[in-house]
């Protein structure tokens, strides 16, 4: 039976609603059950708004200074997405590296793991030493957090392959270079999407960790900074807003990340692999 464009289109159309009500919707109304609980604990304990403001107060520091937080937001996204890219350059070409040898894969990654080990807020100072304060320390940062979980996933999708095929290269004489790229990288696709996913909401907490201690100076400033500030200068509504709008830049970033993986797993892996993905 021939299907037209109509039906393609009324199919793709059903998929990407069934989508949204599985996906999206049941968020959405947990997120608006919260609110509610949110406002209704505040005004029947008659909490001070210096202690737990409620949803309206943030909402309104939120728009009283959207233009403020508007600014932050780009900053910080910016410093986010480029920690993540390099995050996401440099730890495939980590895990490239890994999958070539057992001893250098034993010899480099006890090293990668002291970078997700080791405490952040005790490097951060010494990060922005080397890198400087403003923009470039605060990439710095977010890469340092965002990179390990790029590293082990590269090298377990590079590692981690069909022994059947390994040996079917080997038997054709392919080159070191042909395993690699041939069969490891496109093997390590769906490990790569994942590590993605991961350091992707990684690159958004370095960023706002970095801005902690390297800031953007007196006119540009981020919103690791503001929620420093607000802290320090006991504005907790406008503490909440900052922390609301750091929250919704680390879903906007995965969510994108997400998509882009999906799609990829969709094109790239066979079908049972992006259905475990």
Not at 17 to 36: A, E, H, K, N, Q
Not at 107 to 133: D, E, M
Request: aromatic share 12%.
């Amino acid at each position: 039976m021939v299907t037209g464009p109509a039906t393609a289109v009324s199919t793709t159309a059903s998929q990407w609603g069934s989508y949204f009500l599985r996906t999206i919707v049941p968020p959405l109304v947990l997120f608006v059950i919260v609110l509610m609980a949110w406002d209704g604990a505040v005004r029947f304990w008659g909490i001070k708004p210096y202690i737990l403001p409620g949803p309206w107060r943030v909402l309104s520091a939120i728009l009283s200074s959207r233009e403020e937080l508007t600014k932050a937001f780009l900053l910080t996204g910016g410093s986010a997405v480029a920690g993540f890219s390099l995050s996401v350059m440099v730890g495939t070409l980590v895990g490239c590296l890994f999958s070539q040898s057992t001893i250098i894969r034993s010899s480099g990654y006890p090293y990668a793991i002291f970078l997700q080990t080791v405490p952040i807020i005790a490097v951060a100072p010494l990060i922005i030493l080397w890198f400087g304060r403003g923009f470039g320390g605060v990439v710095a940062v977010a890469f340092v957090i965002s990179l390990f979980p790029m590293i082990a996933n590269a090298t377990a999708g590079m590692v981690q392959i069909d022994p059947d095929l390994f040996d079917l290269f080997k038997l054709n004489d392919a080159s070191r270079w042909q395993i690699l790229f041939k069969l490891r990288l496109p093997n390590s696709v769906p490990s790569l999407c994942t590590g993605a996913r991961t350091s992707s909401g990684l690159a958004v907490v370095g960023a706002i960790v970095g801005e902690f201690y390297a800031g953007y100076g007196s006119k540009h400033f981020g919103l690791g900074y503001i929620i420093r500030l607000t802290t320090d200068q006991a504005k907790t509504d406008a503490l909440f807003a900052a922390v609301m709008v750091s929250t919704l830049l680390g879903i906007l970033i995965f969510g994108v990340v997400s998509l882009i993986s999906l799609t990829v797993l969709a094109r790239w892996a066979p079908p049972e692999v992006g259905e475990r993905a």
